[in-house]
């Protein structure tokens, strides 16, 4: 199961993919340099533009406005989600988990995904998709104040326009925050803060003394985790994260890994 923000005000919505979906292509022409339509607060485009940056693929950054998702990738019918890779071929692909393994495969020769078993990588991978991925919510929306703090700046950094830029910044926050965050946070029982800490220990403790999930080097277990952990790093809530001892020094390590 993987996780998609299934609208822009930032609710995580279920949805089960069993395989890499390649959607048809609309109008694109062969030989064309590779782009990815995103959101740039987005965990799942975090999750595609981490490896994009590791392998040094000259890709396009297209960001698309928040409001207007469906009708920015409506190209690739009735999706209506971010990320979309634009392959050089023209051909769209969608879901950041397999997006994570197409990348590789197609761009690395599989390298990433040859490291550790397969089934120890599907485990965790599935695990960052479901565990990691809700924590973001309870982070950066889970007190009325957090919450405001993040549609604020999400305003800023995102592709809004005019109205639209306000309306998110004073509208979005008490629905992220009363609807939806606050929920998550009452069933959980942990602090933000307490869930991220227990989530970076039972991560880091799979890495049996060595730097990255992958050993000596990241796997694409390491992007799944890096991209849900970096999606927060543009707020003040990341500071909650940062005595975080082995997590941040980790997180650390992929920085330098994906600015080499």
Not at 242 to 260: C, F, I, K, L, P
Request: proline share 5%.
């Amino acid at each position: 199961m993987t996780w998609i923000f299934g609208r822009w005000d930032g609710s995580l919505y279920p949805i089960m993919k069993t395989r890499f979906e390649v959607l048809p292509d609309f109008g694109t022409s062969m030989g064309q340099k590779p782009t990815l339509h995103l959101l740039y607060s987005c965990p799942f485009c975090w999750k595609v533009r981490g490896l994009i940056e590791y392998l040094k693929i000259d890709v396009d950054l297209v960001p698309v406005n928040g409001l207007k998702i469906k009708k920015a990738v409506s190209f690739v019918g009735d999706w209506g989600k971010v990320p979309v890779f634009t392959d050089e071929n023209g051909e769209h692909h969608v879901d950041s988990t397999p997006l994570l393994k197409l990348i590789d495969a197609k761009y690395n020769d599989g390298i990433l995904a040859s490291i550790s078993t397969p089934e120890r990588n599907d485990k965790w991978m599935d695990w960052a998709d479901t565990k990691v991925s809700k924590a973001t919510v309870p982070i950066l929306y889970g007190t009325l104040f957090s919450a405001f703090r993040t549609t604020t700046r999400i305003s800023k950094i995102e592709k809004f326009g005019f109205f639209s830029k306000r309306l998110y910044a004073w509208a979005g926050f008490p629905i992220m925050w009363g609807i939806i965050a606050k929920k998550r946070v009452k069933k959980d029982g942990r602090t933000p803060k307490k869930l991220w800490h227990d989530l970076l220990t039972e991560f880091t403790d799979e890495h049996q003394g060595k730097n990255f999930f992958g050993g000596d080097s990241p796997n694409l277990v390491d992007f799944s985790v890096f991209g849900y952990m970096r999606s927060v790093s543009p707020f003040p809530q990341f500071s909650l994260l940062e005595d975080h001892e082995t997590g941040m020094a980790w997180y650390n390590r992929m920085m330098v890994q994906s600015m080499e």
